[in-house]
């Protein structure tokens, strides 16, 4: 069974970064393409970005293109998500995903971004 465990989450002030960490295990990660989502209070689960597995290719929400970056290191199994100059409306619950045989989510990571 595919596990994914987030870490990195906390609290930030307005412009502050955050790094958060997606560590997988039970499938051969260098193979799939890993997406992040969030969810703020009181609103549907969001795409925010993905990574392939092949040639690590990317793509970005909106509202995050320019301000955060996904990256993976397929020898530890482990994708991240750098988050610079974090506004509230980046407060949410972030989640790490992927498809193999059905959409896999870890437990999420709290991101509160707050003065």
């Known amino acids: 069974q595919v596990q994914l465990v987030e870490s990195g989450g906390g609290l930030v002030q307005p412009g502050g970064s955050l790094r958060l960490s997606c560590a997988a295990s039970?499938?051969?990660?260098?193979?799939?393409?890993m997406t992040w989502y969030r969810q703020a209070p009181g609103k549907e689960r969001e795409y925010v970005a993905r990574?392939?597995?092949?040639?690590?290719?990317?793509n970005y929400a909106d509202s995050v293109k320019g301000r955060f970056t996904i990256s993976r290191d397929n020898a530890k199994n482990t994708v991240y998500l750098q988050m610079d100059r974090l506004t509230p409306e980046d407060t949410a619950v972030y989640y790490c995903?992927?498809?193999?045989?059905?959409?896999?989510w870890g437990q999420g990571t709290q991101v509160t971004v707050s003065s």
């Open positions: 039970r499938f051969t990660f260098s193979m799939y393409t």
């Open positions: 990574i392939t597995g092949n040639d690590g290719s990317t």
């Open positions: 995903s992927t498809f193999t045989f059905r959409r896999f």
